[in-house]
């Protein structure tokens, strides 16, 4: 019986549905720490942190980390599938749900896609259509997206993405961008920095889009 076989055999023995884990991954209940180059250092002082929501909108807006915190918040349990092949089950997140960033800013209609910019020039690019909205978790709804600052119940570590991550659990993980400063709504879709890399532009688990072609 290979790895992946005996993986999903113990996920059953869990009492945890092995149709959740897609193909080609494994479950780990570790928290795996990959990203390249350094982890930005804010020296514990977020008073000259700020957030862009730019792009095409009517009016940009530029948020404070207090102003961010004001905003409406929701906290999710949910699974996450990492394009380097592990799954880790029923972690916990809490954040901005993406669509109370809808009611700072005046989207404008040619608006297809949203890039999220993060520390150090790292993208990412989504669709409009993955990130606004709720969609139903074994019978649990919950928001397509959010601008994450908590997992399991503390502030993010500076591996995980402090002190902003955007999270879209239902695709690959390098969709869930790190150091988050700023998202830009978009007519059409464009590469972000993996994807120019050679990962998929879209990224969906279940499918096994982890690069060009698949």
């Given amino acids: 019986m290979s790895f992946f076989h005996r993986n999903r055999k113990q996920l059953a023995e869990r009492g945890i549905d092995p149709a959740r884990l897609p193909p080609g991954q494994y479950f780990t209940d570790r928290f795996p720490v990959l990203h390249a180059g350094a982890t930005p250092d804010y020296g514990g002082d977020l008073s000259d942190w700020d957030f862009d929501l730019a792009g095409l909108v009517e009016t940009p807006v530029k948020l ?16 996450i599938h990492c394009v380097t092949k592990w799954s880790k089950f029923d972690t916990v997140w809490k954040g901005v749900p993406f669509d109370a960033l809808l009611d700072l ?23 409009l259509a993955d990130v606004m909205g709720v969609s139903v978790v074994r019978g649990v709804e919950q ?26 659990p239902h ?20 590469p972000g920095f993996w994807e120019r890399n050679g990962y998929h532009m879209y990224g969906d688990p279940f499918r096994e889009q982890r690069h060009w072609g698949d």
């Fill in 64 to 79: 404070t980390w207090d102003e961010l915190l004001a905003l409406p918040t929701v906290e999710l349990t949910t699974d």
């Fill in 105 to 127: 800013v005046e989207v404008r209609d040619e608006a297809t896609h949203v890039m999220c910019h993060s520390e150090f020039g790292f993208t990412a690019n989504l669709p």
């Fill in 143 to 168: 928001p397509k997206a959010m601008l994450a600052y908590e997992f399991d119940g503390r502030p993010l570590e500076p591996d995980h993405g402090f002190p902003l991550r955007f999270f879209v």
């Fill in 171 to 190: 695709l690959y993980f390098w969709k869930s961008a790190k150091w988050l400063r700023g998202l830009e709504f978009m007519a059409g879709d464009r």
